[in-house]
């Protein structure tokens, strides 16, 4: 005698909205480099080879695109990453004397 199938009742599950937005994808920022009369170019081409893993190439045309508009989007990473990278760049032009800006923006 083959035993019968029941369908068990579905758990209702209940999430609460402050449970929901922790599950939510974490926001991005954006890394942005501005643009002065000081820094070198070779600097700049130096930061975003070592600190954004950026290729020469792809180095060389985001440095050119911060001198020649003014800023650039070097990157765009969760907001530990953005703060972390923003500190590095920072505070290695000012060991370095140069006045290079980096800020990040929610986006
Ligand atoms: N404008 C600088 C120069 O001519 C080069 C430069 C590029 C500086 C990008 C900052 O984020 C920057 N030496």
New binding site residues.
């Given amino acids: 005698m083959p035993k019968e199938i029941t369908t068990e009742p579905v758990e209702q599950v209940v999430v609460e909205s402050s449970v929901v937005s922790a599950l939510e994808t974490p926001k991005k920022y954006k890394v942005v ?5 000081y ?3 070779e600097f ?1 081409v130096e930061i975003l080879r070592n600190i954004f893993y950026l290729t020469e190439g792809n180095a060389t045309q985001v ?1 050119l695109e ?2 020649k508009k003014g800023r650039a989007v070097c990157g765009v990473f969760t907001r530990d990453v953005a703060e972390t990278i923003v500190g590095l760049v920072n505070d290695y032009a000012r060991l370095n004397q140069y006045p ?1 800006l980096c800020v990040l923006e929610a986006e």
Avoid: G, S
């Fill in positions: 480099l501005y643009n002065d009369d820094t070198p170019m700049v440095m911060i001198h290079l």
